[in-house]
């Protein structure tokens, strides 16, 4: 199995930033899909975002557009989200997740292997 960790979470003042790193230990990331969820109490998993290795497809919640980007570091083997202007309602527990799927799906059901997740709290 491939393992995720994820890293860069913590608490930012509403309009900072944060950066968050996905690494993937054992097996490589090449022809794959990752994608960042997030998940507040109460509150069901959402898509943040994903990219695909072999096509270099991107995809963004409504809700991050213009804000967050998704990058990938074929060298490393990371997938980082770039958080800008966070708002208060970006706080939640960051999860990085990986499907065999070659195109971007947005249902967490898809993905067979998720990071343990990481703390992001914005203040406000």
């Known amino acids: 199995q491939v393992q995720l960790v994820e890293s860069g979470g913590g608490l930012v003042q509403a309009g900072g930033s944060l950066r968050l790193s996905c690494l993937a230990a054992?097996?490589?990331?090449?022809?794959?899909?990752t994608a960042w969820f997030r998940q507040a109490p109460g509150k069901e998993r959402e898509f943040v975002a994903g990219?695909?290795?072999?096509?270099?497809?991107?995809g963004y919640a409504d809700s991050v557009q213009g804000r967050f980007t998704i990058s990938k570091d074929g060298i490393k083997i990371t997938v980082d989200l770039q958080m800008n202007n966070l708002k208060a309602e970006d706080t939640a527990v960051y999860y990085c997740a990986r499907t065999r799927w070659t195109m971007i799906t947005r249902d967490a059901s898809d993905y067979e292997y998720w990071g343990q997740g990481t703390q992001v709290t914005v203040s406000s």
């Open positions: 054992g097996r490589t990331l090449g022809t794959d899909s």
């Open positions: 990219i695909v290795w072999s096509t270099g497809s991107i």
